[in-house]
């Protein structure tokens, strides 16, 4: 344990699946739910969930994301 170190969330990128989103949702709720986790057994305040990119930004968001990644909605796709 530090007490110099501040965690102020956690963060994931979901393993590329383009065919079945289900496999982000999944990974999504995983982290959601392993933050509520923490938050209850550590009492401590996560406030930062951070998850999601274009491809999968919905499903991000309604896993409760509060960042999310959107370089190629906004850039194009990197070729």
Sequence with gaps: KSSHLVIEGLMTIAPYSPEDPSVARKCFDQLAELRQSLQESHG???DELSMGMSDDL???IAAGSTMIRVGSA???SRK
């Design 44 to 46: 401590v305040s996560l």
């Design 58 to 60: 919905f499903h991000a």
């Design 74 to 76: 906004l850039f194009g």
